[in-house]
């Protein structure tokens, strides 16, 4: 069945790096896009950016610049976020969430979603 | 960025209850608007898109109406599987935003 299945929960120290990996199945992986959600603690959702799994080009939403990267292994289905010089606010639940976007670059709904990687950071 | 104002912020209601929660976007989204359903410890679910179609899979006591700035999502008939957190999402451009959620109790 579709599915995408992320990496385990991290917990790492301020300022070091972490990579939460994200791994589709069940359709073809180059024919939707992948967004990056963030949930903070007792909080609500908020979109980090998408990454087009064709030509690999990634877009992050404000005050998702700098630290944090998107990117792919095709060859294995796999989008990966990256995120460095870690600090406490970071701690949070990520999810990758499948989307589909047009041509025009018009998106639609998320209607895959990973469970979710808990990353906590704490000295 | 546009705004997406949900209310209430909760709500208590019974099973069986017939429950209605509204979504404001700061300006125009045509239809591009999801409802999403949250439970503790889990990824949200997609059960609305397009502000009124109804996702496969998802019980049609949900739906959704609306277009423009202001939206609802109805649940004709509650039951216990429903108390959640429910979002509304805009897709019409960036950034994609939500609303800030409502929780949905037992009463």
């Known amino acids: 069945q579709v599915q995408l299945v992320q990496s385990g929960s991290e917990l790492k120290k301020p300022g070091a790096s972490v990579k939460v990996s994200c791994k589709a199945s069940?359709?073809?992986?180059?024919?939707?896009?992948m967004n990056w959600v963030r949930q903070a603690p007792g909080q609500g959702l908020e979109w980090m950016g998408w990454i087009n799994t064709n030509t690999g080009n990634p877009t992050y939403a404000q005050g998702f610049t700098g630290r944090f990267v998107f990117s792919l292994d095709t060859s294995v289905s796999t989008a990966y976020l990256q995120i460095s010089s870690l600090k406490a606010e970071d701690t949070a639940v990520y999810y990758c969430?499948?989307?589909?976007?047009?041509?025009?670059?018009?998106?639609?709904?998320?209607?895959?979603w990973g469970q979710g990687t808990m990353v906590t950071v704490s000295s | 960025a546009i705004r997406m104002t949900q209310s209430p912020s909760s709500l208590s209601a019974s099973t069986g209850d017939r429950v209605t929660i509204t979504c404001r976007a700061s300006?125009?989204?045509?239809?591009?608007l999801a409802w999403y359903q949250q439970k503790p410890g889990k990824a949200p679910k997609l059960l609305i898109y397009?502000?009124?179609t109804l996702q496969s899979g998802v019980p049609s006591r949900f739906s959704g109406s609306g277009s423009g700035t202001d939206f609802t999502l109805t649940i004709s008939c509650l039951q216990s599987e429903d108390f959640a957190t429910y979002y509304c999402?805009?897709?019409?451009?960036?950034?994609?935003?939500f609303g800030q959620g409502t929780r949905l109790e037992i009463k």
């Open positions: 300006q125009g989204i045509s239809s591009y």
């Open positions: 969430a499948r989307g589909y976007v047009d041509s025009y670059g018009h998106h639609d709904a998320f209607d895959i």
């Open positions: 069940g359709y073809t992986f180059t024919s939707y896009a």
């Open positions: 999402q805009q897709y019409y451009s960036y950034p994609i935003t």
């Open positions: 397009a502000a009124s």
